[in-house]
């Protein structure tokens, strides 16, 4: 017997032979070099690995990647990657959407994947901007944006990607940054080690229709006033010196400091993604300031396809195997439509 040579793949295996036709300095350029780093870590054949997408311009991102894709209809990637997934429950399988995709068009499927739980992970980049159609507001636009579509300021509430997913009972739920390339990589590992619906989503910066939205947390200098790195299992801390944490106040946060050097008070929140209730990843979806990045919720319930799997298997075995044009015929509620005489 011989056994099978293992080939390491590496970033350039998941490179296509397709023209990226991004604007310069778009964040997806950086979020497609995550992902394209992140999968020879995974360990997972190229074959084994499919990526679909919807409309905008995040959603050529399949053309992009040197496995299998589908570039489907605007925002029901969902219907295609829960079916692929059903279909198929070895592949790993990548959702790639946009705030307008996702949460516009699309917010009814976003709602039913996230609840039904197949094992998919979705990247939601987040411009805060409809980018493909030049610049109209989208459902996370800030109140009051000026845009083509709102020359007098948008008067929508923007939508919450992170309240939604968790509202929706998504198992996994994360925000990271296209401007953090190693932060988006340990966040790409962790949903593809979840076993259920992974959502992420992507700060990710529209140089031509929105510049700089999220300029006040993504640049390198401001992050660490800024911005708070959960990790699980550990205190709610920010800061240069980490002398900066988080503490509950009833159902408001509120921010306690310390001297450098001295030990972090009792009261300061450690936080705890697997939490079986989410009520306080709920409320953490509302801090602007520190703003939290990282995972917020990671918790295992049974996945979709599993489910459904096993409910087929119980029917062939109270059935046994049918022949489906006998089920068509069979039963009283069967009739015949005859031309007129």
């Not at 293992?6 to 992902?35: H, M, N």
């Not at 980018?131 to 083509?148: A, C, N, R």
Request: aromatic letters at 10%.
């Amino acid at each position: 017997m011989t056994q099978a040579t293992v080939v390491k793949l590496k970033k350039k295996d998941f490179e296509s032979d397709q023209e990226v036709r991004w604007c310069p300095g778009c964040g997806d350029y950086a979020i497609l070099a995550a992902i394209q780093r992140t999968m020879p870590e995974l360990g997972i054949p190229r074959e084994k690995l499919v990526f679909v997408s919807g409309i905008g311009c995040s959603s050529r991102f399949p053309y992009y990647m040197n496995t299998y894709g589908f570039h489907t209809i605007h925002g029901r990637a969902p219907a295609f990657a829960t079916g692929i997934k059903c279909a198929n429950p070895e592949l790993s399988v990548w959702q790639i959407t946009g705030d307008g995709d996702g949460l516009s068009i699309g917010g009814n499927h976003l709602l039913h994947v996230l609840r039904r739980n197949p094992d998919i992970n979705i990247l939601l980049f987040n411009n805060r901007i409809y980018g493909l159609t030049k610049g109209q507001y989208s459902p996370t636009s800030e109140k009051g944006k000026i845009t083509k579509s709102t020359p007098y300021g948008s008067i929508d509430q923007p939508v919450n990607p992170l309240k939604f997913a968790i509202a929706s009972g998504a198992t996994f739920v994360a925000r990271t940054m296209d401007a953090d390339i190693k932060h988006m990589m340990q966040t790409f590992k962790a949903a593809a080690a979840h076993k259920g619906v992974a959502f992420i989503e992507i700060m990710q910066n529209c140089p031509i229709f929105n510049d700089g939205a999220w300029k006040g947390f993504t640049a390198k200098k401001e992050r660490p006033e800024r911005v708070l790195y959960l990790e699980h299992g550990k205190p709610m801390l920010w800061g240069k010196k980490k002398n900066r944490g988080l503490v509950l106040d009833g159902f408001d946060f509120r921010e306690r400091s310390w001297e450098e050097g001295d030990e972090v008070p009792s009261d300061v929140l450690v936080h705890d993604a697997q939490a079986e209730k989410s009520s306080l990843a709920y409320l953490m979806t509302e801090i602007e300031h520190p703003l939290p990045v990282g995972v917020f919720r990671a918790v295992q319930k049974p996945t979709y396809e599993q489910e459904m799997l096993a409910q087929i298997e119980t029917a062939k075995q109270k059935i046994g195997h049918s022949d489906l044009g006998r089920l068509y015929r069979e039963g009283a509620n069967t009739w015949t439509v005859a031309p007129k005489d």
